[in-house]
C-alpha cells in the first residue's frame, strides 16, 4: 500500500470555525490532491499541488486554502467551516500528471460542521 | 461542459457477469480510469485505457471507444467482496482527472 496518512480520521467542528485537515505521503511522489466526495457528486478536485510551495486550485476551491512546505505534507484549511463543507475529504498523491499515472488515496477524513 | 455518467447502483448475482457503463464528455481527452471504493475506504486503482478496446486484468476487463465516448467495466465471476462501488474518471486536455459520481454495484448470493 502507498504510504498516505490523513489526519484527523473523523472531525466534528462548529460553523466558524478554522479546521485544518493534514496529508502526509512517505512515497516522495510530486504531485498531492485534496478531494471531496459527496453522495450523487463524483469527487470534486478542491486544490492540488506539483512540488513545495507549488499550489493550483481546482474545480471547488472557494472557502479552502492549502500549504505544501514540505514534500511529504499538504495542508488543507477551511478558514471559517460552514455546514456545506460536510464531506469526506480524501488527499491522493500520484508520481505525474502524465497519462496513465494512477493515484493513490488516503483513507479519507469524514468532517462534520454542525 | 465536462460531464462524466455511470449508472447510480446496478445489482448483480454471484458468480455472474455484470457490464458497467460510462460516457463521458472532456476538454480534450488524455484516457479513462476505472477505481474500485469499498463502502467507507479509499478508491483503489483498476484499470486506465487511452486506446481503443479492451484491456483484461483477470477478472476484470475495461473497455473504450474513443469515437463514442464511451467505457465500461466488466466483471466476471463476481464474488461477495466485488460489492462496492465503481468509479469512472476521463482525463481531459489538462490533465486533471473529472470523475463521475460512481457505479454501487451490489451482488447478491
Known amino acids: 500500500d502507498a504510504g498516505i496518512t490523513q489526519s484527523p480520521r473523523h472531525k466534528v467542528t462548529e460553523t466558524g470555525t478554522p479546521v485544518t485537515l493534514r496529508c502526509h505521503q512517505t512515497?516522495?511522489?510530486?504531485?498531492m490532491y485534496w478531494y471531496r466526495q459527496d453522495p450523487g457528486h463524483g469527487l470534486r478536485l478542491i486544490h492540488y499541488s506539483y512540488g513545495v510551495k507549488d499550489t493550483d486550485k481546482g474545480e471547488v476551491s472557494d472557502g479552502y486554502s492549502v500549504s505544501r512546505s514540505k514534500t511529504e505534507d499538504f495542508l488543507l484549511t477551511l478558514e471559517s467551516a460552514t455546514s456545506s463543507q460536510t464531506s469526506v475529504y480524501f488527499c491522493a498523491i500520484s508520481e505525474s500528471d502524465r497519462e496513465g499515472t494512477e493515484a493513490f488515496f488516503g483513507q479519507g477524513t469524514r468532517l462534520t460542521v454542525v | 461542459g465536462q460531464n462524466i455518467d455511470q449508472p447510480t447502483e446496478m445489482t448483480a448475482t454471484e458468480g455472474a457477469i455484470v457490464q458497467i457503463n460510462c460516457t463521458y464528455q472532456t476538454s480534450g481527452f488524455n484516457g479513462l480510469f476505472w477505481y474500485q471504493q469499498h463502502a467507507g475506504e479509499a478508491p483503489t486503482f483498476l484499470s486506465y485505457?487511452?486506446l481503443d478496446g479492451l484491456e483484461e486484468k483477470g477478472r476484470f476487463s475495461s473497455f473504450l471507444s474513443r469515437s463514442k465516448g464511451y467505457s465500461y467495466l466488466l466483471l466476471k465471476e463476481l464474488q461477495m467482496k466485488d460489492s462496492a462501488s465503481y468509479l469512472c474518471a476521463g482525463v481531459d486536455s489538462n490533465y486533471q482527472l473529472i470523475w463521475g459520481a460512481g457505479t454501487k454495484l451490489i451482488i447478491k448470493p
Open positions: 485505457n487511452v
Open positions: 512515497e516522495n511522489h510530486r504531485y
